[in-house]
């Protein structure tokens, strides 16, 4: 299945052959002390800069319904997020895992985007919409 958006990644985690946990690492751009005066140039325009995670949380497809309740949740922590990272963790046995079950590969998930390895997670902008880094 091609994701092209949001509500795209949410069927297709519904139609796994078992249930899914999907975790989310929020990460907003910030510009690294040892800059030059390009890359702050860029970074002031809009570009550039490094991805710093905020916050991370994990929810079942069905806990989640859309993108919005997502935007509108990630609200309650007060922090202005750019791009949102998601994986998905499978169950076993036709149950999702728990979010006990979900920290320590959040957690990885964190380390990874701290060090600039974002590969196998989709990252979304505000707005739903795949983001491609590079």
Do not use: C, H, Y
């Not at 985690?13 to 910030?30: G, N, S, W």
């Not at 800069?49 to 859309?66: E, I, N, S, Y």
């Not at 750019?82 to 079950?101: D, I, N």
């Amino acid at each position: 299945m091609n994701i092209s958006n949001f509500d795209d990644l949410l069927r297709a985690a519904r139609t796994q052959p078992e249930p899914q946990r999907l975790l989310f690492v929020f990460a907003r751009a910030v510009l690294p002390d040892d800059s030059t005066p390009e890359q702050r140039a860029r970074f002031e325009a809009g570009e550039g800069g490094a991805l710093a995670p905020l916050m991370a949380v994990d929810r079942t497809p069905d806990d989640l319904g859309t993108f919005a309740a997502l935007v509108e949740e990630s609200r309650q922590f007060g922090s202005d997020w750019a791009v949102v990272f998601v994986a998905s963790l499978p169950g076993r046995a036709g149950r999702p895992p728990t979010s006990k079950e979900a920290d320590q590969p959040l957690q990885r998930m964190i380390e990874s985007i701290k060090a600039g390895s974002f590969g196998s997670f989709i990252p979304f902008d505000r707005r739903g919409e795949p983001v491609l880094l590079s």
